[in-house]
């Protein structure tokens, strides 16, 4: 297959950005729009986050189908992601420390990793280990569907709530997580969202450099947890 007939990765990356901020823009609009309340919602919104469901399985099909042009550095970039017994012996560490440390100060700990990451982000950025607009589309797809938020704010939502501007793309899980198994109450769970955002963002930075393919499959499904996570959370504040 020529290289012309390759479609270049670089096309993908603005598409999930501005599909990720036009989506997470007009959240109350189309919410609005759908005439739901919080006692009644209206069919479309459940026939809606099927269809999205729908759509991103679609595109997880046909990526294995769908020729890309090949990063430059795609190989050296595999090659450097490769775990060895000193890689895992190091997540077995900071699992065990991360572990204690929810166990006495969870919020701390939580904005701590979620920092770290961060940093590790940025030093990657700055002496070219990762891929820089794949890595910018993945925070796009974490963070642009919560963009309604600057428009309106989060009015009514409550101190505990505010905790979680940092975990907002881990809102979803967290909600699930909290009900369905931890059993506790979003506002107590500020910690654990932040601790997904920041593990979401680790997990995205970690598969970009595997290769175009994984680290769109990847970002369209943090697209898609964010979505769902921004459209209960505009559902809440409306309460």
């Known amino acids: ?17 501005a599909t990720s901020l036009l989506v997470g823009w007009f959240i109350p ?17 459940g ?10 399985i679609g595109v997880w099909i046909a990526l294995p189908w769908i020729p890309f042009r090949p990063h430059p550095r795609q190989d050296d970039q595999i090659a450097l992601t490769r775990f060895t017994l000193r890689t895992l012996a190091g997540i077995t560490a900071v699992a065990a420390v991360v572990s204690a440390g929810i166990m006495t100060f969870p919020l701390l700990t939580g904005y701590t990793v979620w920092g770290l990451v961060w940093v590790f982000a940025v030093w990657g950025w700055t002496r070219d280990r990762l ?3 794949p890595a910018v589309a993945l925070l796009a797809c974490m963070h642009f569907p919560f963009a309604w938020v600057i428009r309106g704010g989060l009015p ?17 899980v967290t909600l699930f997580a909290g009900r369905f198994l931890i059993g506790q109450h979003i506002q ?20 970009i450099r595997l290769g175009p393919k994984r680290g769109i499959a990847y970002c369209v499904l943090v697209l898609l947890i964010s979505v769902y996570g921004s459209f209960t959370l505009n559902m809440l504040v409306r309460i």
């Open 1 to 17: 297959m020529t290289t012309q007939n390759q479609l270049p990765t670089t096309y993908i990356a603005p598409l999930l950005m």
């Open 29 to 45: 609009d189309f919410y609005d729009w759908s005439g739901a309340d919080q006692s009644r919602p209206a069919p479309v919104i």
């Open 47 to 56: 026939w809606t986050a099927l269809g999205m469901l729908v759509t991103s």
């Open 131 to 133: 891929p820089r607009l």
């Open 156 to 172: 009514g939502i409550g101190d505990g709530l505010a905790t979680l501007v940092a975990g907002l793309p881990g809102f979803f």
């Open 188 to 207: 107590e769970l500020a910690w654990l969202s932040i601790l997904i955002s920041a593990s979401e963002l680790a997990v995205g930075l970690w598969i």
